[in-house]
């Protein structure tokens, strides 16, 4: 209803005027809506304040300067993003975890593997391994002639002492019989 109480455009459908309001302040609304619109207004003077309302709030806007957010808020306001947004598939810890497994995985059997040497390498541990042998015999005749010498010395005074003893004895006793 209008202002007189009569039933006017405004009261029919309100959704109606004030999609085409937007319209015709979006500059979206063609000529004969405009001029439908206008129509209206003037039998309707509860839409024609909303159209000058609605005006008026548009210069108003237009005129506002923005305001730069406080630093504290803007840096909330980044934040908001990365603390909601989903996380890559490769970032979701139960697949962190699988994917550092596999490379340990792979680590493992190639470390479990045997290694087979090069030629170079087994040439090079056979020419040691002669070296190690002609070391370990030098020092074999070194201890054994030491030995000999230490323990022959003694052995000979004490069988060969004996043995000389003997000796003149028994050619004694053969010259006696």
Known sequence: MNEKGKPGAHSDDIGKWEAQINALL??????????????AATDDQKLARDIIEAYQLQQAMEQLRPERAPASLRRKLKKIPRQH????????????????????????????????PSRAEVEQAAAELALAFAYIEQVSSRTAGRIE?????????????????????????EKQA
């Open 85 to 116: 947004a989903e996380r890559p598939v490769y970032l979701q810890p139960r697949w962190a975890a699988a994917f550092a497994a596999v490379p340990l995985a792979v680590l493992s059997l190639w470390l479990a593997q045997p290694q087979q």
């Open 26 to 39: 979006d500059g979206e609304l063609d000529v004969a809506g405009a001029e439908a619109l206008k129509a």
């Open 149 to 173: 010498h230490e323990v022959g010395g003694e052995l000979n005074a004490a069988v060969g002492g004996s043995v000389i003893k003997s000796i003149p004895q028994s050619e004694s006793k």
